[in-house]
């Protein structure tokens, strides 16, 4: 008892250094239209290079909304989805039929059993077809900017292109609690000494984009930055706790949180020792 109360006495200061009080949503994403006009192959290459602090690739879209938030210019522009050729060849493999030949995609049953499309960085199933649109006739996706509406496209036609960008990490490394912490603070640039890295925390705002990275974890669960300290419940980054469903006096073993793959984004308890992928975010 001496012990814990002494570790935690030590353990405070250095876990909430780097505290805001009364800090909100900390989850940025957003979406940039780039007029030039390339080849799809060319456009992930270019999303990703446009920022090594932040993680960027061509536009992935979760939800109907996020149509919302994305401006382009009258015409087509490529977005994230396509159909990877290795994946045509792990499916006829997998099924046993039609194993070296590639252009079984054709077959008219084989696109109503295997849906090939895939983004070019997250998971989503969200589609929005136009109107006629078979989805097999091309490999690569393009969106147009009256209904934002996706239709096949040849992969070496040219269109100006989205990428997205956000500021969360998940780093698919199994880690305990305190390693992920640490692993997190750890990722601050020394040379933009204006970014932290710190695990992320999780306010209603930010659920649905916090639970689409958790869903791309090796992990059932990943950790987040929520600790039992003294007595309460914290968020190392001091964001505010709008949690009220958790214990006021958990079990010594269950004093670190995480959000669970199949949860519904709202944060849980677990043991600490435990080894699981984790989510940072970055700030400045
Ligand atoms: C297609 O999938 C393979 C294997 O997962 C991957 O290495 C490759 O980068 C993917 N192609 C594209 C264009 O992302
Ligand atoms: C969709 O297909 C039908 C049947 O082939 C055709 O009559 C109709 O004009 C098409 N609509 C559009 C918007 O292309
Ligand atoms: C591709 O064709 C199959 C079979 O004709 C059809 O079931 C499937 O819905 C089509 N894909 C899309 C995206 O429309
Ligand atoms: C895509 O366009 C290129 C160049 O115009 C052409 O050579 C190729 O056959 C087309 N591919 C498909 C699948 O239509
Ligand atoms: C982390 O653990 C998961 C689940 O046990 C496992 O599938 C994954 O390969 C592990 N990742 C690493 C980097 O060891
Ligand atoms: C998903 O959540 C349920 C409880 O809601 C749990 O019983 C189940 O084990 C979870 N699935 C996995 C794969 O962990």
Redesign the pocket.
């Known amino acids: 008892m001496m012990n814990s109360d002494r570790s935690l006495l030590l353990l405070l200061p250095l876990l909430l250094s780097s505290a805001v009080s009364g800090l909100g949503s900390v989850v940025q994403r957003y979406y940039f239209y780039v007029q030039s006009h390339v080849p799809w192959e060319q456009t992930q290459s270019y999303c990703r290079s446009s920022s090594t602090i932040y993680h960027t690739d061509l536009a992935t879209i979760y939800k109907q909304s996020d149509e919302n938030l994305m401006y382009m210019n009258y015409y087509h522009a490529w977005i994230g989805l396509y159909k990877n050729t290795s994946d045509y060849w792990a499916w006829s493999n997998e099924e046993n039929t039609y194993f070296d030949l590639p252009w079984a995609r054709y077959e008219p049953d084989n696109g109503a059993r295997c849906e090939t499309w895939r983004w070019s960085t997250g998971l989503s199933d969200y589609r929005n077809w136009a109107l006629n649109e078979t989805g097999n006739d091309s490999d690569c996706v393009s969106i147009s900017s009256l209904g934002k509406k996706m239709a096949t496209q040849n992969c070496s036609d040219r269109f100006p292109f989205l990428c997205i960008r956000d500021n969360l990490v998940l780093v698919k490394e199994n880690k305990t609690w305190r390693e992920a912490l640490d692993h997190c603070r750890a990722l601050n640039s020394p040379y933009i000494s204006s970014i932290r890295f710190e695990l992320v925390s999780v306010q209603p705002e930010d659920h649905d984009n916090v639970m689409n990275k958790v869903k791309e974890g090796d992990t059932?669960e990943v950790w987040a930055g929520l600790r039992f300290l003294a007595g309460h419940w914290v968020w190392v980054n001091g964001a505010n706790m709008v949690y009220s469903h958790l214990p006021p006096c958990p079990p010594v073993e269950q004093g670190c949180g995480v959000l669970?793959?199949?949860?519904t984004g709202r944060v849980e308890i677990t043991d600490c020792t435990e080894k699981r992928n984790f989510l940072c975010y970055s700030s400045h």
Request: hydrophobic share 0%; glycine share 20%.
């Open positions: 059932e669970s793959k199949n949860g």
